[in-house]
């Protein structure tokens, strides 16, 4: 099963829309097994949750992501758990990585401008005791995300029949 | 131009049947299409990334007739390595263009007139014209439903006579699906060597089966791997079919007499597709297992749609096709494959392209995503439902 959870997970991944009936034909289960053994990584907390990939760029709503490499104090006894969380618990943040090399903190921050972004990391984030530095780097394109290129919709160029 | 320029041998043999019904689709706009042969996948970057590098260091020239000995030496190593196949890359080892010119080379290196050569049908629609090109005699051996297309002991023995000298073996089958177990094959080799027949294995989709069945090749059977010759290349396992990648392995004699038609015909195979394929062969085996397991799940959908809709099917375990039987609807599978397309708008290809023993079948690929799958399968139903 462990193998099969596996395969589940992958599909979920790219299709989390996909009909239980569908994912238990196409890996020879009953319906009920596949519900079940959702259900089960859902409560084990393995699916964390459902998203949908949006292009936003090709929409009207404004919005900026920026890459914020962030230099901190660890903290004796909490290592850099702590300020993580001080920082994670932001709402604009999005997300929040632990890195090893020359930073420590991976910070991805949207917001609607660059303006308030940027004031988020002056009045937020540089202003954090445990934090010593920060540098910002503003998003110009997504090209591919999780896993998805966005310009990639082409067409089935096979001939229709072929031996 | 007047016809007499023809060679009348040539205009002799019928036009492949895909061919005819491959003119009506392209007529018909907007149709779907389970006809195709070849994969959805693209062919993985890594491997598309070695042939462009290729050309950036102006790897343009010819190769060695036989093909880079780095490709034939990886291609051993990957047989070794998957199917435990020992071939010496120096003389047991040609690369072509694609596995179709394999089968040519193979049957114009083997056949004198009057010799025959057994094609167990359904099959890929080359072996029989290529046969008759070579000056030989084909042979059809046509394979029966109820033992699910494989070739029978008593299927093989029934067509046996003292002018026959080939065998064709295309396992995992196309069109049927159907696979040889390493126990129907053992059933078969007796025969085979009892009768001092040569095999020509055509293992173009050995890594594509399903279920607990790993491909076996005749090849690695006691007794057989100096009576074998195995065809095999990288358009099926790799999604590399535009880039014409194939090869043969067997006896060091055979290959030299193939490598000499190769030398004349063909010169090398394109240099640019044997650097890809040596990224392939060396890097490619978890594409392969990507690749698969998408095929596996997509077989299962198509399998229980044609079940559900009362349609006999029975389980493919090889290729990426199904073999549903459409007898039930009262159409013979040209009518049956004609009506869908004007009626419902989804093409397959009807059995009887394939040899006449296809008739009362048809053949469904399934290199498609599963939501098209499901789309095709909904009209199909909604078109068999009108007659049975």
């Not at chain 2, 494989?150 to 073996?169: F, G, H, N, Q, S």
């Not at chain 2, 055509?202 to 607990?212: H, M, P, S, V």
Request: hydrophobic share 40%.
């Amino acid at each position: 099963m462990e193998k099969m959870r596996e395969i589940i997970l992958e599909i979920l991944e790219k299709n989390s829309k996909i009909d239980p009936s569908d994912l238990a034909v196409m890996l020879g289960l009953t319906e009920v097994e596949v519900v079940n053994e959702i259900q089960k990584m859902e409560k084990e907390q393995i699916i964390c949750g459902y998203h949908t990939l949006i292009n936003w760029d090709k929409t009207t709503k404004e919005s900026v992501t920026a890459l914020i490499e962030v230099k901190v104090t660890p903290q004796r006894g909490e290592g850099f758990d702590r300020i993580a969380e001080r920082i994670y618990r932001f709402h604009e943040v999005k997300a929040v990585y632990l890195m090893s090399g020359g930073f420590d903190l991976t910070v991805i921050i949207e917001g609607s401008t660059m303006k308030e972004v940027a004031l988020f990391v002056a009045q937020k984030l540089s202003t954090l005791d445990s934090v010593l530095s920060t540098a910002t780097h503003f998003v110009l394109k997504k090209y591919k995300d999780h896993g998805l290129i966005f310009e990639d919709r082409k067409k089935d160029e096979r001939m229709v029949v072929s031996p | 131009m007047n016809e007499r320029f023809l060679s009348k041998k040539i205009k002799d043999i019928p036009p492949s049947g895909i061919r005819k019904f491959f003119d009506i689709v392209t007529e018909m706009e907007d149709a779907i299409s389970l006809g195709v042969g070849e994969p959805d996948f693209d062919t993985p970057w890594h491997i598309r990334e070695e042939g462009i590098y290729s050309l950036e260091k102006g790897k343009t020239v010819y190769t060695s007739n036989a093909g880079l000995m780095e490709l034939r030496e990886e291609i051993c190593y990957y047989l070794h390595r998957r199917f435990n196949l020992t071939y010496d890359p120096k003389t047991e080892m040609l690369i072509t263009v694609g596995g179709s010119e394999g089968i040519d080379l193979a049957l114009r290196a083997m056949l004198n007139p009057g010799d025959e050569v057994l094609i167990p049908e359904p099959c890929f629609v080359s072996y029989k014209p290529c046969a008759v090109m070579a000056g030989g005699e084909p042979v059809v051996i046509p394979l029966k439903a109820q033992n699910e297309f494989r070739l029978t002991k008593e299927d093989l023995e029934a067509y046996i006579t003292p002018k026959t000298k080939l065998l064709v073996l295309p396992f995992p089958n196309n069109p049927t699906g159907a696979i040889m177990t390493q126990k129907d094959l053992e059933a078969i080799v007796e025969l085979i060597i009892q009768h001092d027949l040569f095999v020509i294995s055509d293992e173009i989709y050995a890594e594509l089966t399903y279920g607990d069945e790993k491909h076996v090749s005749i090849a690695s059977l006691p007794g057989m791997k100096e009576r074998t010759l195995v065809l095999n290349g990288f358009s099926k396992a790799y999604a590399m079919t535009g880039w014409r990648m194939g090869y043969a392995a067997g006896p060091a004699p055979l290959i030299k007499v193939m490598t000499k038609i190769h030398q004349y015909a063909i010169m090398c195979a394109p240099t640019t597709s044997q650097y890809a394929a040596i990224e392939a062969a060396r890097n490619g085996d978890e594409d392969i297992q990507r690749m698969k397991t998408a095929y596996d799940q997509r077989r299962r959908v198509m399998v229980k749609g044609f079940r559900d809709m009362g349609l006999d099917c029975f389980e493919p375990l090889g290729a990426f096709y199904v073999f549903p039987s459409i007898e039930k609807t009262g159409f013979s599978s040209e009518e049956f494959a004609t009506q869908l397309l004007y009626q419902e708008k989804v093409a397959v290809v009807p059995g009887t392209a394939f040899g006449e023993s296809g008739e009362g079948f048809i053949r469904c690929s399934y290199a498609y995503s599963v939501d098209a799958i499901k789309v095709a399968l909904e009209r199909i139903e909604h078109f068999v439902k009108r007659y049975i």
